[in-house]
């Protein structure tokens, strides 16, 4: 098992561009997570996933952003018509159904950087 | 609301020496789980050691431990003989059963140095 994996590590984009980013959790793990980090802060939850269904959005999730889990096995985090204020670490995480004490493991992360 | 506190924006220690995190909660919830994180400069969230709210025992994990003051609501992680790679930020978080779904909730997080 390769861990949680996401696409790309570092993206540079210019405002109003729509970035796509994907997530591939590990594989027997049915609950998908995605978080946003900013300088200084610790991750900020925004939404979550059981199988391909999306259960949960945080207040931060604007209309801007919207995550598929189609197979309820990779996810994609969308941004349409991005803003500086979304440059941030985009990070995903997984972990199995049903383990409330099991922690969610992490993949690297996405760096958006929005110029 | 659920909500964890980090006071210490940064810590510094020698190798092989012990060091304390701090880290307090709040939640209203009797059940939950208490996490600590590391965070190298290459951006990975690494699980270190997980506390349930009715374990009795303090966790430990190898140089990792825990020490649990539940009427304290205080979580701190202690890191027994540094080592230069424990460079990094360590994040506290919980996970409650009816807030949020199951996500975690973060502190802002404590940055260590390791010196030799």
């Known amino acids: 098992d390769t861990g949680v994996s996401q696409d790309p590590r570092h993206k540079i984009t210019k405002r109003g561009q729509n970035v796509t980013f994907r997530c591939d959790p590990i594989?027997?793990?049915?609950?998908l997570y995605w978080y946003r980090q900013t300088l200084g802060q610790g991750p900020e939850f925004l939404t979550y996933?059981?199988?391909?269904?999306?259960?949960?959005k945080s207040r931060l999730l604007s209309d801007r952003f919207s995550a598929e889990r189609p197979k309820g096995s990779f996810s994609t985090l969308e941004i349409q018509r991005t803003e500086q204020g979304d440059s941030a670490m985009y990070l995903c995480?997984?972990?199995?159904?049903?383990?409330?004490?099991?922690?969610?493991?992490f993949g690297q992360g996405t760096r958006l950087t929005v110029v | 609301a659920q909500k964890i506190t980090q006071t210490q924006p940064g810590m510094f220690v020698q190798e092989k020496e012990a060091v304390t995190l701090d880290c307090t909660y709040d939640?209203?919830?009797?059940?939950?789980?208490l996490f600590w994180y590391k965070q190298p400069s290459s951006g990975e969230m690494i699980f270190l050691i997980y506390?349930?709210?009715?374990?009795?025992q303090n966790a430990t994990e190898g140089r990792y431990s825990l020490n649990f003051q539940k009427a304290r609501k205080s979580a701190n992680l202690v890191i027994s003989a540094s080592q230069l790679g424990d460079s990094a930020m360590y994040f506290c978080?919980?996970?409650?059963?009816?807030?949020?779904?199951?996500?975690?909730?973060f502190g802002k997080g404590t940055t260590l140095s390791v010196s030799s």
């Open positions: 995480a997984s972990s199995e159904q049903g383990l409330e004490n099991t922690e969610a493991f």
């Open positions: 594989s027997e793990h049915n609950r």
């Open positions: 996933f059981q199988n391909e269904a999306q259960l949960e």
């Open positions: 939640t209203s919830d009797p059940s939950y789980g």
């Open positions: 506390q349930g709210s009715y374990d009795q």
């Open positions: 978080a919980m996970r409650g059963r009816n807030q949020a779904g199951t996500a975690l909730i």
